[in-house]
């Protein structure tokens, strides 16, 4: 299984991103997923996960900013990241399944 994370860039504060992680190879369906993040000196944290059955936990950090969804016809997990802040700045990993991760896309939110 391999997932493609993409969507980061350099963002100025109060605006707006989406990450897209999609996912090829050898899986029928994304029963859950989660996006996480790791700023620089920092430790690797949950940003938020889904189920399949519709459950969601976001970090209180980022909860009423952003949103993860996903579509098993696309096999691909997003977030919508919106008035984002320099303190949201990190590499942002996807994980499927709890198996499997993507490669990191950086956002970058100046001030």
């Known amino acids: 299984v391999q997932l493609q994370a993409s969507g980061g860039g350099l963002v100025q504060a109060g605006g707006s991103l989406r990450l897209s992680c999609a996912a090829s190879?050898?899986?029928?369906?994304?029963?859950?997923a989660g996006w996480y993040r790791q700023a620089p000196g920092k430790q690797r944290e949950l940003v938020a996960l889904i189920s399949n059955m519709g459950s969601v936990i976001t970090a209180d950090s980022v909860k009423g900013r952003f949103t993860i969804t996903t579509d098993n016809t696309k096999k691909t997990v997003y977030l919508q990241m919106n008035r984002l802040k320099p303190e949201d700045t990190a590499v942002y990993y996807c994980n499927v399944n709890f198996g499997y991760w993507g490669q990191g896309t950086l956002v970058t939110v100046s001030s």
């Open positions: 190879g050898n899986i029928s369906s994304i029963n859950a």
